[in-house]
């Protein structure tokens, strides 16, 4: 039997999508339990680091809004895949161990620099002996190929990860293969800790096959859809929908904005929204630049997500706000919003979204620590917002680090983290059918939570969770299980 609230939700689907947003808000319950909210209370004050670890982590989530498919992939997972030809599509991948030492070395050809086996190939001899296939290095430097791919040590920021971790992902990347098999791994992953919905970024033109032949962006989208609908990623629980990103700084980025227009709008089951990424203070990529193209587009497209990585630099300018004249209703970080009070004002009256990235803030030195933040103030003066995990892998973190870190830094309650998860759903690109459904799973799967923690001793339910805790919660917190 419908009740009041799926009757109306079910009449909003026709709306325009802002308007959508607003009323979903107002006619969808928010999931709380006020003896819940005060034993939390309690329990964050004098719980230990790794029993409120426990708590979070058990806790259900919703949807990770900013997330890098190849940034977000773990690790220890990805050399699982990469070194292993059954998993990988017959690929064989080199990485650097050794640079200097021949004729002729291209300094930008960094150590652990990672390349296909079609281009260690077509090296001289000499060079060629300065890699080694991943599946022949020693455990010390296998340890070593896997930490230079994340941040994980003092000193390390900006510039190691835009600039070197990148470049050393190289032809495992763009291997379509791995990419497919890193995808249901990183759902398997977030699944563990109760995310219920993905939206990652990705490019999908340029995937390569084992033999280095092209693969067309149709093909990559059809291979998608069939891994995707495989038993072992359907058994993660998690639904996941696809940004196209388009990199803001190159000399042919518009035309990169209109080829991901006509893509997402071929297809629509998996698509469904466009993303600009790249180094905002790369003064090439400023988002007026793209004004007329997003125009044009909206002549020729509708009902197409925008979100935009806005505000990621350290100075005050005016990205945030020509960002949102561009058509986003996402904005990416928002580092900059308290130095515009206007565009604040504004964002108060909930026309757009900002996606918050509290680990990736803090490990790229935007922030030298949260008293410098800007979450606090967005969430509790009524701006639309929630929290992601960005580049989870390259962090070496996940879902739960953001949400430890929103408790921990800012004394987070119960119900503003519940209002976290909900956000990201209502403001999520996913289709209306979709949406709804997450919300409604969302909701049940709390009310779960709350009967099964309707008591005042928590231990016992507590020393039952078996939570996953990697490399940051380890140095952060000192968590470890």
Same mark, same amino acid.
């Given at each position: 039997?419908?009740? +009041?609230?799926?009757?109306?939700?079910?009449?909003?689907?026709?709306?325009?999508?802002?308007?959508?947003?607003?009323?979903?808000?107002?006619?969808? #319950?928010?999931?709380?339990?006020?003896?819940?909210?005060?034993?939390? %209370?309690?329990?964050?004050?004098?719980?230990? +680091?790794?029993?409120?670890?426990?708590?979070?982590?058990?806790?259900?989530?919703?949807?990770?809004?900013?997330?890098?498919?190849?940034?977000?992939?773990?690790?220890?997972?990805?050399?699982?895949?990469?070194?292993?030809?059954?998993?990988?599509?017959?690929?064989?991948?080199?990485?650097?161990?050794?640079?200097? !030492?021949?004729?002729?070395?291209?300094?930008?050809?960094?150590?652990?620099?990672?390349?296909?086996?079609?281009?260690?190939?077509?090296?001289?001899?000499?060079?060629?002996?300065?890699?080694?296939?991943?599946?022949?290095?020693?455990?010390?430097?296998?340890?070593?190929?896997?930490?230079?791919?994340?941040?994980?040590?003092?000193? &390390?920021?900006?510039?190691?990860?835009?600039?070197?971790?990148?470049?050393?992902?190289?032809?495992?990347?763009?291997?379509?293969?791995?990419?497919?098999?890193?995808?249901? %791994?990183?759902?398997?992953?977030?699944?563990?800790?109760?995310?219920?919905?993905?939206?990652?970024?990705?490019? +999908?033109?340029?995937?390569?096959?084992?033999?280095?032949?092209?693969?067309?962006?149709?093909?990559?989208? !059809?291979?998608?859809?069939?891994?995707?609908?495989?038993?072992?990623?359907?058994?993660?629980?998690?639904?996941?929908?696809?940004?196209?990103?388009?990199?803001?700084?190159? #000399?042919?980025?518009?035309?990169?904005?209109? &080829?991901?227009?006509?893509?997402?709008?071929?297809?629509?089951?998996?698509?469904?929204?466009?993303?600009?990424?790249?180094?905002?203070?790369?003064?090439? =990529?400023?988002?007026?630049?793209?004004?007329?193209?997003?125009?044009?587009?909206?002549?020729?497209?509708?009902?197409?997500?925008?979100?935009?990585?806005?505000?990621?630099?350290?100075?005050?300018?005016?990205?945030?706000?020509?960002?949102?004249?561009?058509?986003?209703?996402?904005?990416?970080?928002?580092?900059?919003?308290?130095?515009?009070?206007?565009?604040?004002?504004?964002?108060?009256?909930?026309?757009?979204?900002?996606?918050?990235?509290?680990?990736?803030?803090?490990?790229?030195?935007?922030?030298?620590?949260?008293?410098?933040?800007?979450?606090?103030?967005?969430?509790?003066? =009524?701006?639309?917002?929630?929290?992601?995990?960005?580049? !989870?892998?390259?962090?070496?973190?996940?879902?739960?680090?953001?949400?430890?870190?929103?408790?921990?830094?800012?004394?987070?309650?119960?119900? &503003?983290?519940?209002?976290?998860?909900?956000?990201?759903?209502?403001?999520?690109?996913?289709?209306?059918?979709?949406?709804?459904?997450?919300?409604?799973?969302?909701?049940?799967?709390?009310?779960?939570?709350?009967?099964?923690?309707?008591?005042?001793?928590?231990?016992?339910?507590?020393?039952?969770?078996?939570?996953?805790?990697? =490399?940051?919660?380890?140095?952060?917190?000192?968590?470890?299980?």
């Amino acid at each position: 039997m419908n009740t +009041p609230v799926d009757v109306e939700v079910t009449r909003l689907h026709s709306l325009p999508s802002l308007l959508l947003l607003t009323l979903l808000t107002l006619f969808t #319950p928010t999931v709380s339990s006020a003896d819940l909210a005060v034993r939390f %209370e309690r329990f964050k004050t004098n719980a230990s +680091p790794a029993d409120l670890y426990r708590f979070l982590y058990a806790m259900p989530k919703a949807g990770d809004l900013h997330h890098h498919a190849g940034g977000s992939w773990r690790m220890e997972d990805l050399f699982a895949v990469a070194s292993d030809p059954k998993r990988n599509g017959g690929n064989r991948f080199y990485t650097r161990v050794r640079a200097g !030492s021949c004729p002729g070395d291209d300094s930008a050809w960094r150590r652990f620099a990672t390349i296909a086996d079609f281009t260690w190939k077509s090296l001289p001899t000499c060079q060629q002996s300065e890699y080694e296939s991943l599946e022949s290095l020693s455990p010390s430097l296998r340890q070593e190929f896997i930490d230079s791919l994340r941040l994980d040590r003092p000193g &390390e920021g900006r510039e190691e990860f835009f600039e070197q971790i990148w470049p050393r992902l190289g032809a495992m990347g763009r291997s379509i293969d791995v990419f497919l098999e890193m995808t249901v %791994e990183t759902l398997k992953r977030y699944g563990a800790e109760g995310v219920r919905y993905l939206e990652p970024q990705t490019i +999908p033109m340029g995937f390569l096959r084992a033999d280095g032949s092209m693969v067309d962006p149709e093909e990559f989208h !059809s291979s998608l859809a069939r891994r995707l609908d495989q038993p072992d990623a359907r058994a993660t629980g998690v639904a996941v929908r696809w940004q196209v990103v388009v990199l803001r700084f190159t #000399p042919v980025a518009e035309r990169h904005v209109e &080829e991901a227009h006509d893509f997402v709008s071929r297809h629509r089951d998996l698509w469904v929204g466009i993303n600009m990424a790249g180094r905002e203070d790369n003064d090439k =990529g400023h988002p007026r630049r793209f004004l007329e193209t997003y125009r044009r587009m909206r002549l020729r497209h509708s009902g197409i997500g925008l979100a935009i990585h806005a505000g990621e630099v350290d100075e005050p300018n005016a990205h945030m706000r020509d960002t949102l004249l561009l058509g986003a209703t996402r904005l990416g970080h928002g580092n900059n919003i308290l130095s515009d009070e206007d565009l604040l004002l504004q964002l108060r009256a909930k026309i757009a979204f900002v996606e918050i990235n509290l680990v990736s803030n803090l490990l790229l030195e935007y922030v030298s620590d949260y008293s410098q933040h800007h979450f606090a103030e967005l969430l509790r003066t =009524g701006v639309p917002c929630g929290l992601s995990t960005d580049d !989870s892998g390259m962090w070496d973190s996940n879902m739960t680090d953001e949400y430890m870190t929103a408790v921990r830094e800012f004394n987070l309650t119960w119900d &503003e983290l519940v209002q976290c998860g909900r956000n990201s759903l209502v403001w999520s690109f996913a289709e209306p059918a979709l949406k709804e459904k997450l919300l409604a799973d969302y909701d049940r799967a709390l009310r779960d939570f709350i009967s099964r923690f309707d008591r005042d001793d928590w231990k016992p339910l507590l020393d039952s969770v078996q939570p996953v805790a990697y =490399g940051f919660a380890r140095r952060r917190w000192n968590v470890s299980f």
